[in-house]
Each structure stands twice: as structure tokens, then as C-alpha cells.
């Protein structure tokens, strides 16, 4: 080994970690609606939590003028968990659809080579049977391949010493 190979070696075993480019930033908008979708609970908990908090800070006074204010919000935040939830639902449906579709091809697929399994299983019976009919003597068989090959080799090995 020369001198360059050895640099090469101490260079590749660094303790530098390459981080991925940074990607395009979401907007600020895109980035909550991505934090509902993923933590609908939390989100519904913080938001009682913060509702709860602002009901404790407020004026007497001026509740009622929050209370409306903060029911249309909710009314607002109750369609958009109403949508989110109907597209869930649309896709589990789908989901659902292809596991049936394709649980029901692998049953075709597993009865299909079960019925092959049992014909082969049921002439590899037979076969069997047969032969130990013939080995008992009750029963005469043709002869397998090989018998017929010694049985012809042994013709030809006859016409040859004649």
C-alpha cells in the first residue's frame, strides 16, 4: 500500500454526518392543517385547554361577546375535523376494499393448490397401493421404466452373444 491509500482510508472514516438538503418550506397554514391531520386528539385537547385558560382570563363583561366569537371558531373547526374524517373514512374504505380483494384471490390461490395437492396426494395413494398389491402377489403391474429398459438391454445383450 502507498502513503495515498492510507490518507483515503482516514478521510472516509470521519465522525461527519451529511445532513439531506433542506426542502421547500410549507406554509404556515399547510403546516397545521398537516399537524390536525396527523394529531386530531391533541388537537382537540390543547384546544379545550386554551378555551378553558381564556374563559378564566376574560372579563365577565365580555363573555358572552367571546362565547359567540369562540362558537363560531368551533363551528368552523367542527366542519374541518367533519371533513378530515370523512376522507380517513374514504380511504380506510378503500383500503379495506383491496385487503378483501386481494385476501379473497390468495383463498382462490390456496384452494386451488390444495385441490392440486390432494389429486397428487391421492394417485401418489393409488400408485402405492397398487404396488403393494403387486409386492403381496395378488396382483400383477406393468413394469416400471426401469424394469422395461433392463428388460430391453437384456434382449439386445441376448441377439448380440448369438
Do not use: C, W
Not at 2 to 14: L, N, R
Not at 66 to 74: E, H, P
Request: aromatic content about 2%; cysteine-free.
Amino acid at each position: 500500500m502507498d502513503s495515498g491509500d492510507t490518507s483515503d482510508q482516514a478521510t472516509a472514516q470521519t465522525n461527519v454526518v451529511v445532513l439531506p438538503n433542506k426542502g421547500e418550506e410549507l406554509p404556515v397554514h399547510r403546516k397545521a392543517a398537516e399537524f390536525v391531520r396527523e394529531h386530531p386528539v391533541a388537537t382537540v385537547a390543547g384546544g379545550l385547554a386554551l378555551g378553558a385558560i381564556a374563559a378564566a382570563l376574560i372579563p365577565r363583561g365580555n363573555r358572552a361577546f367571546v362565547a359567540r366569537k369562540s362558537s363560531l371558531m368551533a363551528e368552523a373547526i367542527a366542519a374541518a375535523s367533519a371533513a378530515v374524517a370523512q376522507q380517513a373514512l374514504g380511504s380506510l374504505d378503500t383500503a379495506s376494499s383491496g385487503v378483501k380483494r386481494g385476501a379473497h384471490s390468495l383463498a382462490s390461490l390456496a384452494e386451488h393448490a390444495g385441490e392440486v395437492v390432494a389429486d397428487r396426494a391421492s394417485g401418489a395413494a393409488h400408485a402405492a397401493y397398487e404396488r403393494a398389491q403387486a409386492l403381496l402377489g395378488r396382483k400383477t403391474l406393468p413394469p416400471t421404466l426401469g424394469e422395461r429398459i433392463a428388460a430391453r438391454a437384456g434382449e439386445i445383450a441376448g441377439r448380440l452373444r448369438k
